[in-house]
Protein backbone atom coordinates (compact mmCIF):
# COMPACT_ATOMS: atom_id res chain seq x y z
CA UNK A 1 0.00 0.00 0.00
CA UNK A 2 1.39 3.27 -1.14
CA UNK A 3 2.19 6.31 1.20
CA UNK A 4 -1.29 8.00 0.53
CA UNK A 5 -3.37 5.29 0.76
CA UNK A 6 -1.26 4.52 4.20
CA UNK A 7 -2.49 8.02 5.48
CA UNK A 8 -5.89 7.88 3.85
CA UNK A 9 -6.62 4.60 5.55
CA UNK A 10 -5.31 5.97 9.00
CA UNK A 11 -7.39 9.00 8.46
CA UNK A 12 -10.66 6.90 8.13
CA UNK A 13 -9.95 5.08 11.51
CA UNK A 14 -9.58 8.03 13.21
CA UNK A 15 -12.90 9.66 11.93
CA UNK A 16 -14.94 6.33 11.97
CA UNK A 17 -18.57 6.01 13.36
CA UNK A 18 -18.84 5.46 16.80
CA UNK A 19 -18.73 1.51 17.65
CA UNK A 20 -22.12 -0.05 17.07
CA UNK A 21 -23.09 3.14 15.18
CA UNK A 22 -24.59 2.94 12.25
CA UNK A 23 -22.72 4.12 9.30
CA UNK A 24 -24.75 6.77 7.10
CA UNK A 25 -23.15 8.19 4.25
CA UNK A 26 -24.03 11.17 2.07
CA UNK A 27 -21.80 10.90 -1.55
CA UNK A 28 -20.80 14.56 -3.07
CA UNK A 29 -20.08 13.20 -6.27
CA UNK A 30 -21.78 10.92 -8.96
CA UNK A 31 -18.61 8.62 -9.22
CA UNK A 32 -18.05 8.83 -5.43
CA UNK A 33 -21.73 7.70 -5.25
CA UNK A 34 -21.12 4.76 -7.68
CA UNK A 35 -17.90 3.74 -5.90
CA UNK A 36 -19.75 3.26 -2.71
CA UNK A 37 -21.94 0.84 -4.16
CA UNK A 38 -18.91 -0.82 -5.62
CA UNK A 39 -18.13 -1.45 -2.34
CA UNK A 40 -21.05 -3.12 -1.25
CA UNK A 41 -22.11 -0.13 0.76
CA UNK A 42 -25.03 1.23 -0.90
CA UNK A 43 -27.39 0.50 1.59
CA UNK A 44 -25.63 2.92 4.03
CA UNK A 45 -26.16 6.35 1.60
CA UNK A 46 -29.03 8.44 3.09
CA UNK A 47 -28.24 10.94 0.29
CA UNK A 48 -26.43 11.88 -3.17
CA UNK A 49 -25.49 14.34 -5.13
CA UNK A 50 -27.44 15.54 -8.57
CA UNK A 51 -26.50 12.93 -11.54
CA UNK A 52 -25.99 10.12 -9.29
CA UNK A 53 -27.75 7.60 -11.68
CA UNK A 54 -25.65 4.35 -11.47
CA UNK A 55 -26.47 2.16 -9.99
CA UNK A 56 -30.11 2.38 -10.64
CA UNK A 57 -30.58 2.61 -7.09
CA UNK A 58 -28.93 5.58 -6.70
CA UNK A 59 -31.61 6.91 -8.68
CA UNK A 60 -34.06 6.87 -5.48
CA UNK A 61 -31.70 8.22 -3.04
CA UNK A 62 -32.89 11.70 -1.49
CA UNK A 63 -30.23 14.72 -2.99
CA UNK A 64 -28.14 16.94 -1.71
CA UNK A 65 -27.86 19.23 -4.19
CA UNK A 66 -24.54 19.37 -6.57
CA UNK A 67 -20.74 20.12 -5.80
CA UNK A 68 -20.93 23.59 -6.20
CA UNK A 69 -24.51 24.18 -4.33
CA UNK A 70 -24.92 21.58 -1.75
CA UNK A 71 -28.24 22.31 0.58
CA UNK A 72 -26.21 21.90 4.20
CA UNK A 73 -29.81 21.72 5.94
CA UNK A 74 -30.88 18.59 3.95
CA UNK A 75 -27.17 16.99 4.67
CA UNK A 76 -27.56 18.06 8.38
CA UNK A 77 -31.04 16.41 8.34
CA UNK A 78 -30.07 13.29 6.94
CA UNK A 79 -27.69 12.98 10.05
CA UNK A 80 -24.61 11.38 8.16
CA UNK A 81 -21.55 9.64 10.44
CA UNK A 82 -19.60 10.68 7.38
CA UNK A 83 -20.14 12.66 4.01
CA UNK A 84 -17.65 11.49 0.87
CA UNK A 85 -16.04 14.18 -1.47
CA UNK A 86 -14.11 13.72 -4.36
CA UNK A 87 -11.10 15.87 -4.41
CA UNK A 88 -10.91 17.07 -7.89
CA UNK A 89 -14.49 17.65 -8.10
CA UNK A 90 -15.48 18.82 -4.67
CA UNK A 91 -14.75 22.64 -4.37
CA UNK A 92 -12.84 22.87 -1.30
CA UNK A 93 -14.90 25.66 0.06
CA UNK A 94 -17.69 22.91 0.01
CA UNK A 95 -15.53 21.08 2.09
CA UNK A 96 -14.66 23.44 4.39
CA UNK A 97 -17.88 24.47 5.13
CA UNK A 98 -19.35 21.10 5.48
CA UNK A 99 -16.75 20.67 8.06
CA UNK A 100 -17.12 24.11 9.85
CA UNK A 101 -20.54 22.46 10.51
CA UNK A 102 -18.92 19.68 12.36
CA UNK A 103 -19.25 16.97 9.51
CA UNK A 104 -16.85 14.38 9.21
CA UNK A 105 -16.10 14.72 5.71
CA UNK A 106 -13.51 12.37 3.62
CA UNK A 107 -12.02 12.77 0.85
CA UNK A 108 -11.57 10.86 -1.70
CA UNK A 109 -8.76 11.31 -4.78
CA UNK A 110 -9.29 9.54 -7.92
CA UNK A 111 -6.60 10.76 -10.22
CA UNK A 112 -4.91 7.50 -11.38
CA UNK A 113 -6.49 4.53 -12.47
CA UNK A 114 -5.16 2.45 -9.43
CA UNK A 115 -6.75 4.92 -7.26
CA UNK A 116 -10.51 3.83 -8.20
CA UNK A 117 -9.37 0.56 -6.66
CA UNK A 118 -8.03 2.20 -3.05
CA UNK A 119 -10.77 3.98 -2.76
CA UNK A 120 -13.23 1.24 -3.12
CA UNK A 121 -10.82 -0.92 -0.36
CA UNK A 122 -11.11 2.65 2.00
CA UNK A 123 -14.82 2.76 1.65
CA UNK A 124 -15.61 -0.83 2.74
CA UNK A 125 -13.37 -0.51 5.53
CA UNK A 126 -15.18 2.93 6.34
CA UNK A 127 -18.47 1.03 5.95
CA UNK A 128 -17.72 -1.96 7.36
CA UNK A 129 -17.87 -4.02 3.96
CA UNK A 130 -14.49 -4.84 3.74
CA UNK A 131 -15.11 -8.49 1.95
CA UNK A 132 -17.74 -6.92 -0.76
CA UNK A 133 -14.93 -4.24 -1.21
CA UNK A 134 -12.15 -6.10 -1.29
CA UNK A 135 -13.42 -8.47 -3.87
CA UNK A 136 -14.49 -5.38 -6.22
CA UNK A 137 -11.14 -3.67 -6.18
CA UNK A 138 -9.58 -7.26 -6.83
CA UNK A 139 -11.92 -7.67 -10.00
CA UNK A 140 -10.72 -3.88 -10.73
CA UNK A 141 -7.18 -4.84 -10.56
CA UNK A 142 -7.11 -7.88 -12.34
CA UNK A 143 -9.13 -6.21 -14.88
CA UNK A 144 -6.61 -3.31 -15.19
CA UNK A 145 -3.78 -5.39 -15.61
CA UNK A 146 -5.45 -6.79 -18.61
CA UNK A 147 -5.48 -3.09 -20.31
CA UNK A 148 -1.57 -3.57 -21.00
CA UNK A 149 0.12 -0.20 -21.79
CA UNK A 150 -0.03 -0.37 -25.91
CA UNK A 151 3.14 1.63 -27.36
CA UNK A 152 2.16 3.77 -30.51
CA UNK A 153 3.28 1.92 -33.60
CA UNK A 154 4.91 4.77 -35.45
CA UNK A 155 4.09 7.67 -33.63
CA UNK A 156 1.89 8.53 -30.36
CA UNK A 157 -1.71 9.60 -32.22
CA UNK A 158 -2.80 13.48 -31.33
CA UNK A 159 -5.71 13.41 -29.07
CA UNK A 160 -8.11 16.10 -28.17
CA UNK A 161 -11.19 15.38 -25.48
CA UNK A 162 -14.21 16.87 -25.41
CA UNK A 163 -15.57 17.42 -21.90
CA UNK A 164 -17.98 20.41 -22.71
CA UNK A 165 -18.38 22.47 -25.93
CA UNK A 166 -19.67 25.59 -23.72
CA UNK A 167 -17.16 26.35 -22.86
CA UNK A 168 -14.68 23.86 -24.57
CA UNK A 169 -13.53 21.82 -21.28
CA UNK A 170 -10.54 19.29 -21.96
CA UNK A 171 -8.41 17.38 -19.83
CA UNK A 172 -4.95 17.82 -19.03
CA UNK A 173 -2.38 15.77 -17.61
CA UNK A 174 -3.87 15.53 -14.23
CA UNK A 175 -6.60 13.76 -15.39
CA UNK A 176 -7.29 9.87 -15.49
CA UNK A 177 -8.19 10.41 -19.41
CA UNK A 178 -4.84 11.57 -19.78
CA UNK A 179 -3.22 8.13 -18.08
CA UNK A 180 -6.14 6.02 -20.53
CA UNK A 181 -4.57 8.04 -23.59
CA UNK A 182 -0.93 7.16 -22.78
CA UNK A 183 -1.68 3.37 -21.74
CA UNK A 184 -3.59 3.00 -25.34
CA UNK A 185 -0.64 4.84 -27.40
CA UNK A 186 -1.62 8.21 -27.94
CA UNK A 187 -0.69 11.78 -26.63
CA UNK A 188 -3.12 13.93 -25.50
CA UNK A 189 -2.76 17.62 -26.79
CA UNK A 190 -3.49 19.46 -23.75
CA UNK A 191 -1.60 17.45 -21.61
CA UNK A 192 1.13 19.97 -21.12
CA UNK A 193 -1.97 22.39 -19.47
CA UNK A 194 -2.11 23.03 -15.69
CA UNK A 195 -5.17 21.71 -13.51
CA UNK A 196 -7.40 18.87 -14.14
CA UNK A 197 -9.93 19.85 -16.38
CA UNK A 198 -9.11 23.09 -18.46
CA UNK A 199 -11.04 25.53 -20.72
CA UNK A 200 -8.92 25.54 -23.77
CA UNK A 201 -10.37 27.82 -27.18
CA UNK A 202 -11.26 26.71 -30.69
CA UNK A 203 -8.30 28.40 -32.16
CA UNK A 204 -5.95 26.18 -29.60
CA UNK A 205 -7.80 22.84 -30.83
CA UNK A 206 -6.97 24.06 -34.19
CA UNK A 207 -3.68 24.90 -33.90
CA UNK A 208 -2.54 21.48 -32.25
CA UNK A 209 -4.61 19.80 -35.19
CA UNK A 210 -5.49 16.55 -33.29
CA UNK A 211 -5.73 13.66 -35.58
CA UNK A 212 -8.31 11.85 -33.18
CA UNK A 213 -11.40 14.21 -31.41
CA UNK A 214 -13.19 11.93 -28.39
CA UNK A 215 -16.01 13.53 -26.96
CA UNK A 216 -17.24 12.56 -24.22
CA UNK A 217 -19.66 15.70 -23.72
CA UNK A 218 -23.47 13.85 -23.36
CA UNK A 219 -25.32 17.03 -24.35
CA UNK A 220 -23.95 16.57 -28.12
CA UNK A 221 -26.17 14.76 -30.09
CA UNK A 222 -24.44 15.24 -33.61
CA UNK A 223 -20.52 15.43 -32.86
CA UNK A 224 -19.64 14.57 -36.31
CA UNK A 225 -22.06 17.62 -37.58
CA UNK A 226 -20.92 19.88 -35.12
CA UNK A 227 -16.94 19.46 -35.63
CA UNK A 228 -17.30 18.97 -39.43
CA UNK A 229 -17.30 23.22 -39.71
CA UNK A 230 -13.69 23.20 -39.41
CA UNK A 231 -12.88 20.79 -42.07
CA UNK A 232 -9.22 21.87 -41.57
CA UNK A 233 -9.08 19.67 -38.24
CA UNK A 234 -7.18 16.44 -39.39
CA UNK A 235 -9.71 13.86 -37.29
CA UNK A 236 -12.59 15.78 -39.20
CA UNK A 237 -10.86 15.03 -42.92
CA UNK A 238 -10.54 11.58 -41.94
CA UNK A 239 -13.82 11.18 -39.85
CA UNK A 240 -12.11 10.34 -36.37
CA UNK A 241 -14.72 12.24 -34.23
CA UNK A 242 -15.35 9.38 -31.78
CA UNK A 243 -18.07 9.88 -29.40
CA UNK A 244 -17.67 7.85 -26.28
CA UNK A 245 -20.16 8.05 -23.24
CA UNK A 246 -18.78 10.67 -20.39
CA UNK A 247 -19.97 8.55 -17.57
CA UNK A 248 -17.96 5.38 -18.57
CA UNK A 249 -14.98 7.47 -19.35
CA UNK A 250 -14.69 10.89 -17.03
CA UNK A 251 -16.15 9.47 -13.84
CA UNK A 252 -13.83 7.58 -11.90
CA UNK A 253 -15.40 4.13 -11.29
CA UNK A 254 -14.80 0.36 -12.09
CA UNK A 255 -16.53 1.66 -15.57
CA UNK A 256 -13.87 3.22 -16.52
CA UNK A 257 -12.52 0.46 -18.35
CA UNK A 258 -15.12 0.20 -20.61
CA UNK A 259 -14.37 3.55 -21.86
CA UNK A 260 -10.94 2.93 -22.15
CA UNK A 261 -10.93 -0.26 -24.17
CA UNK A 262 -13.56 1.99 -26.71
CA UNK A 263 -10.61 4.68 -26.30
CA UNK A 264 -7.69 2.34 -27.08
CA UNK A 265 -9.78 0.85 -30.43
CA UNK A 266 -10.47 4.41 -31.34
CA UNK A 267 -6.61 5.57 -31.08
CA UNK A 268 -5.75 2.23 -33.07
CA UNK A 269 -8.57 3.02 -36.08
CA UNK A 270 -7.14 6.73 -36.12
CA UNK A 271 -3.23 5.41 -36.05
CA UNK A 272 -4.20 2.45 -38.85
CA UNK A 273 -5.57 4.98 -40.88
CA UNK A 274 -2.53 7.70 -40.52
CA UNK A 275 0.07 4.47 -40.87
CA UNK A 276 -1.39 4.19 -44.64
CA UNK A 277 -1.49 7.70 -45.92
Known amino acids: MGRLNAVLCMGLML ?3 PAGAAVRLVSLAPNVTELVFAAGAGSRLVGVSEFSDYPA ?3 RLPRIGNAFRVDEERVIGLAPTHVLAWRTGTPPTTIGRLQQLGLR ?6 QRLDDIAAAIDS ?4 AGTQVLARRAAGRFR ?7 PRPAVHRPV ?13 VAANHVVNEIISRCGGRNIFADLPGVAPVVTLESVIARDPELILVADDTVVEPRQL ?5 ELRAVRNQQVIRIPGDILTRPTPRILEGARAVCAAIAGAESIGASR
Not at 105 to 110: H, Q, Y
Not at 158 to 164: A, C, N, S
Not at 227 to 231: D, L
Open 158 to 170: RVFVEVDDEPLYT
Open 15 to 17: LAA
Open 57 to 59: DAR
Open 142 to 148: QDLSALR
Open 227 to 231: WKRWP
Open 105 to 110: VIVLDT
Open 123 to 126: IGML
